[in-house]
């Protein structure tokens, strides 16, 4: 079974695209819990036992990643859809 290299580049981009939409909600929620200031229960609060500063550090960190992830992967797909 052969790829189609439109194919593969279609699925990359689509899930960049979720990845990243991903990413800034996590974002979006280490910045909403760091200015309201109040407790937000999450798995990494409340499973894990993680105090709010850390876990807004790893959301922070998530988005980081996520938007190094595709800045790297979505042009080279975007190249080959067009």
């Known amino acids: 079974m ?24 996590w974002l979006v929620t280490a910045i909403n819990t760091w ?14 036992s993680m105090n709010r500063h850390a876990a807004n550090i790893i959301y922070i960190l998530v988005f980081a990643c996520t938007l190094g992830l595709v800045t790297i992967v979505l042009p080279p797909a975007v190249k080959h859809l067009i």
């Open 2 to 25: 052969k790829l189609n290299l439109k194919l593969v580049s279609s699925l990359i981009v689509l899930f960049s695209i979720v990845t990243l939409v991903g990413g800034v909600n």
């Open 35 to 48: 200015s309201k200031d109040e407790e937000t229960y999450d798995l990494l609060q409340d499973q894990f």
